[in-house]
């Protein structure tokens, strides 16, 4: 039986955790270590190597290793930040098909998406050899203001790597179930997540076993990487100073003076003063060796970086103003990511929430240890699904409605119901026109901007896996809005005897099912009977769950197994039986002793109580960005605005501007900017096979849909017919099926070491 993790896919590192023996822990290699670099390196030997020795060959053979790709991953080429990263990178980048960011090492051409499955590869590895058994599936997390991009590119590495991706999670939701999970308490927490190549900050309401994400926010080129390069721009500018020669014209020179920089961060979390000597990185006239020794101040660090820990707390006031809250609204601060350990990190998140800020659990293992707590809630709570193809994407969805809105009891009103006729861009057949009918002013039309190139991928309509009951008619038609009202937030809160593990009401969407069932586990399953808690007398307090799940160095603090939620049924001790009383035997003697009678054994003490269960988490997250599409003017029309609790849709209906015009194409961009070309492109929704009819009479209903991973769906039908469309988007970079088939195969036939 094949064993399922939860991983941190880090920039700068990565870890893999388990629970195991009733445990929520980081799994270590052979040397200890459970920080896994998340660095690649392509030996000449055709070996390729990963971890902490592919970090120790970036000074070796920097052409050679790649590192740091988490910040590149699912960005198009023309990106402001993939030609500044292209800038300072010693190892190649290039331009790949559909805008895709594309490596070169050893003459042989990978996707970023190939080099973090060499990265998941190592950690699956790592797991293997830790649990004694194979492991197949896997909770993989990412920061929450990843775009559809982003994530669509990691779980295309889990692929790759092999694994069976059961959920893309976001870190910071990841860390609040490690910290919040078996709590019984109401807490509102925010976690502050600076990480080595992104930063995010995500405010969390915990109620029980919900998790309810308030807002989000982040930054996705803003992180440890950072601090590293602001101390090698000061340490090249001494160089230049003392020898006349600046180390940033040599790419190899550089990766050494940035190697020192990253040692010199580590020493200042700890000591008020570092020193680094460089020997021989460079040579000047006459092959005359150049070095240096540097001495930085924690004083100074901490002016030299002051403007990037700055930005973070700008992004802090946006989720806060998100969510309608201050700092001060918050009962607990928790610290994720690397660069948390910087002492002045520490000491402005105090001084901002007015609080110390938790960091009782490693900020490095946290998020990993978060996701194998969900890995394990997912797979033990149902049956094993087949493994869908790997090209296609598919949620559940109850009318519409997405897992997390159904259980919170959120009632949606029909987005088609919204006619307002306006404008959008479209391509197609004979015609350059297309009509968006979503207002009320009389149609316009304008031409359209050529098709965006790019891989085309094959979404995936409305899945069967979910069996929905028939939902009730409809509210009226009104604004499109997800909430979650008063009502629905006392039944999240409701104790163990009103609502057994997560059975939350439906309202106003459809009827509460049998006692004993669930719609629907955190992965969209239906939850077992047996899972369920032992029903409680009115008179019995509600079991009261098990302390907070930590890591493995404070194994005293974490619940044993039997107290993860629905993660396990055990069965109670059996009750102990009295034995009876001892039969006394004859003696030799002259005469024969009777037997004493025997007496009846005692009737037996009262079995004790199977210990408290705690439910499954329910996690209510959110879309980071709001999903929109261009309009006349070069305008966005917001389909799903940013913090909708996922899964989540948007309908619109896209009208024919002209006679017997047969294709539709309609860019979709992710972002907050009014202007459509201020926010990231993900790439062109086409919808093909219309039928051939006068002008505006057929309307294609377009549902935009979000799912649990926040990644995009798209799925039409004709109005008038009621017949599926077809309805495709092309992702800027995305691999189709059979590339990364190509790329799984490819790497099956390398050595990772």
Same mark, same amino acid.
């Given at each position: 039986?094949? /064993? ?61 290793? +790649? ?7 699912? %960005? ?52 293997? $050899? ?47 179930? /490690? ?125 030299? +970086? ?48 007015? %609080? ?11 998020? /990993?240890?978060?996701?194998? +707590? ?10 094993? %699904? ?47 026109? /297309? ?41 009226? $038609? ?276």
């Amino acid at each position: 039986m094949s /064993a399922v993790v939860g991983i941190d896919l880090g920039t700068t590192n990565t870890v893999v955790a388990h629970v195991r023996d009733g445990r929520a822990v980081a799994l270590a290699d052979e040397s200890g270590e459970r920080l896994i670099p998340s660095v690649v390196s392509f030996h000449p030997s055709g070996q390729v190597v990963v971890g902490r020795a592919a970090k120790e060959r970036r000074l070796q053979d920097p052409q050679n290793t +790649i590192y740091s790709v988490k910040r590149l991953i699912g %960005r198009p080429w023309a990106s402001e930040d993939v030609q500044r990263a292209r800038e300072r990178a010693p190892f190649d980048l290039r331009e790949g098909p559909g805008h895709a960011v594309m490596v070169v090492a050893r003459g042989e051409t990978y996707t970023l998406s190939e080099i973090s499955a060499y990265v998941l590869r190592k950690a699956k590895s790592v797991a293997e $050899a830790a649990l004694g058994q194979p492991v197949e599936r896997a909770v993989i997390t990412v920061p929450a203001n990843f775009n559809d991009l982003q994530r669509a590119a990691t779980k295309v590495a889990g692929r790759v790597a092999g694994l069976e991706v059961l959920r893309i999670l976001n870190e910071p939701t990841a860390a609040a179930l /490690a910290y919040g999970y078996g709590k019984s308490n109401d807490e509102r927490i925010a976690i502050y997540d600076f990480g080595g190549g992104t930063f995010d900050v995500t405010l969390l309401d915990l109620s029980g076993h919900v998790f309810e994400v308030l807002a989000t926010a982040g930054d996705t080129f803003l992180g440890g990487d950072d601090v590293d390069l602001a101390i090698a721009d000061r340490i090249c500018e001494a160089f230049l100073r003392q020898h006349r020669y600046d180390p940033r014209g040599d790419l190899q020179v550089f990766e050494h003076i940035r190697a020192a920089a990253e040692t010199i961060k580590h020493r200042l979390s700890q000591d008020t003063q570092a020193t680094v000597s460089l020997r021989e990185i460079a040579f000047g006239t006459g092959g005359h060796p150049l070095g240096l020794d540097y001495t930085l101040s924690r004083p100074e660090l901490e002016k030299l +970086i002051l403007p990037l820990v700055d930005r973070t707390f700008q992004v802090c006031r946006e989720a806060l103003r998100t969510a309608g809250c201050s700092p001060r609204d918050f009962d607990q601060v928790i610290l994720v990511g690397g660069s948390t350990r910087i002492p002045m990190v520490r000491q402005r998140v105090a001084e901002f929430f007015g %609080r110390e800020p938790l960091a009782r659990v490693s900020p490095d293992e946290v998020v /990993a240890i978060g996701a194998a +707590i969900q890995a394990m809630a997912l797979t033990s709570q149902e049956p094993r %699904r087949s493994q869908h193809d790997p090209g296609e994407r598919k949620i559940p969805t109850l009318s519409g409605l997405g897992e997390a809105a159904q259980k919170a009891g959120r009632v949606r009103t029909d987005p088609a119901a919204l006619r307002q006729p306006t404008t959008a861009r479209g391509l197609g057949g004979g015609s350059r026109n /297309a009509t968006l009918i979503y207002g009320g002013a009389p149609p316009m039309q304008h031409n359209l901007p050529p098709g965006l190139p790019g891989a085309m991928t094959d979404r995936a309509p409305n899945t069967a896996d979910y069996v929905a009951p028939e939902p009730p008619p409809r509210p009226p $038609a009104g604004p499109t809005k997800l909430s979650l009202g008063a009502e629905a937030r006392s039944a999240l809160a409701r104790p163990p005897e009103e609502s057994p593990v997560a059975v939350l009401p439906l309202i106003g969407v459809a009827p509460e099912p049998p006692r004993g069932t669930l719609p629907t586990s955190p992965s969209g399953g239906e939850i077992p009977a047996a899972a369920l808690p032992p029903p409680q007398s009115p008179e019995a307090p509600p079991a009261r769950p098990s302390p907070r799940v930590t890591t493995a160095d404070q194994a005293a603090d974490i619940p044993p197994l039997d107290l993860i939620p629905a993660l396990t049924s055990p069965a109670p001790p059996p009750l102990p039986v009295a034995s009876p009383s001892p039969v006394p035997v004859a003696r030799k003697s002259s005469t024969v002793a009777l037997p004493s009678p025997v007496v009846p054994p005692a009737a037996p003490p009262p079995a004790p109580a199977p210990p408290p269960r705690v439910a499954a988490p329910v996690l209510i997250d959110v879309t980071p960005l709001s999903l929109s599409v261009e309009t006349v003017g070069g305008y966005c029309d917001t389909i799903i605005a940013r913090n909708t609790p996922i899964p989540c849709d948007g309908t619109r209906i896209f009208a024919t501007a002209s006679n017997n015009q047969r294709v539709v194409r309609v860019r979709v961009a992710q972002g907050e900017s009014k202007r459509f070309g201020e926010n990231t492109v993900l790439g062109e929704l086409e919808l093909t096979g219309i039928r051939e009819a006068a002008r505006g009479e057929v309307e294609i209903s377009v549902t935009f849909e979000i799912d649990t991973d926040g990644l995009l769906q798209v799925r039409a039908r004709d109005i008038s017919t009621g017949r599926e469309a077809q309805a495709r988007m092309k992702l800027i970079g995305a691999q189709d099926s059979a590339s990364t088939d190509a790329a799984r195969a490819r790497q099956e036939r390398q050595v990772v070491v």
